[in-house]
């Protein structure tokens, strides 16, 4: 609250499995702020709070957490390994790591959807935001904000610049429609080959 009085923050709140926990760390902000206020203290009323997607709790909680946050953003790395349980640091099960499963393809919808029926800002991090194929099917479910790594950047524009929304879009109902990992990421082989 104090930065806040001189720049623009928001608060994302990770790990997130409840919706108790946004509306306690809502209160507590407040708290906080009005302390602040009666101790004179420089700072600004509030910060806009946000939810880190990152669970598959959240994930499906995502229409009510959207109702309580001022914006999303998708943690795709931890959302894939606790949808899949998979550790992603694990050797032997690497292959089954993938954010193209049917399953973790149908919660980025859910939750791109709620955030837009809410109307709250939804972004994407993670190493799927950096992946050429994955950026498409992003776009394709409605995604518009990716957070990737400076080296990413160049490739991530390309990709941006070069797919055409429909496209992007007629691959990810593809996607949606698949039932096995290769499909999703053949459909979206499929629509950028040309």
């Given at each position: 609250l104090r930065a806040a009085a001189d720049r623009k923050i928001q608060l994302m709140l990770p790990l997130v499995t409840q919706v108790e926990e946004v509306t306690q760390?809502?209160?507590m902000l407040l708290e906080e702020a009005l302390k602040l206020a009666r101790e004179g203290v420089r700072a600004a009323a509030s910060v806009p709070v946000g939810v880190m997607i990152e669970t598959h709790a959240a994930?499906?909680?995502a229409d009510q957490l959207a109702q309580h946050s001022a914006f999303f953003s998708?943690?795709?790395n931890d959302l894939?390994?606790?949808t899949l349980a998979v550790d992603r640091g694990n050797a032997r099960l690497a292959d089954r790591f993938t954010p193209h499963h049917p399953a973790v393809v149908r919660q980025l919808k859910g939750i791109v959807e709620a955030g837009q029926r809410a109307g709250i800002g939804?972004?994407?991090c993670g190493e799927m935001a950096s992946d050429?194929?994955?950026?498409?099917l992003l776009m394709g479910l409605g995604y518009r904000c990716l957070s990737v790594?400076?080296?990413?950047?160049p490739l991530v524009k390309w990709v941006v610049r070069m797919v055409p929304v429909a496209v992007?879009?007629?691959?990810?109902a593809a996607a949606l429609a698949a039932d096995r990992p290769a499909e999703v990421t053949r459909a979206l082989q499929e629509a950028v080959k040309d």
């Amino acid at each position: 609250l104090r930065a806040a009085a001189d720049r623009k923050i928001q608060l994302m709140l990770p790990l997130v499995t409840q919706v108790e926990e946004v509306t306690q760390a809502r209160e507590m902000l407040l708290e906080e702020a009005l302390k602040l206020a009666r101790e004179g203290v420089r700072a600004a009323a509030s910060v806009p709070v946000g939810v880190m997607i990152e669970t598959h709790a959240a994930a499906i909680l995502a229409d009510q957490l959207a109702q309580h946050s001022a914006f999303f953003s998708v943690g795709t790395n931890d959302l894939v390994q606790y949808t899949l349980a998979v550790d992603r640091g694990n050797a032997r099960l690497a292959d089954r790591f993938t954010p193209h499963h049917p399953a973790v393809v149908r919660q980025l919808k859910g939750i791109v959807e709620a955030g837009q029926r809410a109307g709250i800002g939804v972004s994407v991090c993670g190493e799927m935001a950096s992946d050429p194929l994955s950026v498409v099917l992003l776009m394709g479910l409605g995604y518009r904000c990716l957070s990737v790594g400076p080296p990413a950047i160049p490739l991530v524009k390309w990709v941006v610049r070069m797919v055409p929304v429909a496209v992007a879009e007629a691959a990810a109902a593809a996607a949606l429609a698949a039932d096995r990992p290769a499909e999703v990421t053949r459909a979206l082989q499929e629509a950028v080959k040309d």
